[in-house]
């Protein structure tokens, strides 16, 4: 059982917009202090259930059972909203700070 769910819990994409774990810096004293609270027991009832859970996740059973109408993804007035959202989140990352500073810049001003 904990063979699969490690395999099924790999990462399989980065998330680039949050920092990674190793990057992030936290207080030391809470730290040690959760590490010697914690005494993890093990619940097989839980445990199942909680796997349940993520597999229905990786299988897309909710996208399946409760699609999203075309009219939502798409809507009228701009149909690439979510597209351009989307490809924002992937390319910000890789962003010189002179790129950055030139779309603020950009999107401050309104020509009409």
Avoid at 79 to 108: C, N, V
């Amino acid at each position: 059982m904990r063979k699969r769910l490690d395999n099924r819990l790999k990462p399989t994409n980065t998330d680039t917009s949050r920092a990674a774990a190793t990057n992030v810096k936290g207080n030391e004293a809470l730290v040690t202090a959760v590490k010697e609270e914690a005494t993890p027991t093990w619940n097989e009832a839980k445990e199942l259930e909680q796997a349940n859970v993520l597999y229905s996740l990786l299988e897309n059973r909710y996208m399946n059972q409760y699609p999203i109408p075309e009219t939502l993804r798409y809507p009228q007035s701009k149909p690439t909203h979510y597209d351009d959202i989307l490809r924002e989140f992937e390319e910000a990352p890789d962003r010189t700070w002179l790129q950055r500073l030139w779309l603020r810049m950009k999107g401050s001003v309104r020509l009409q």
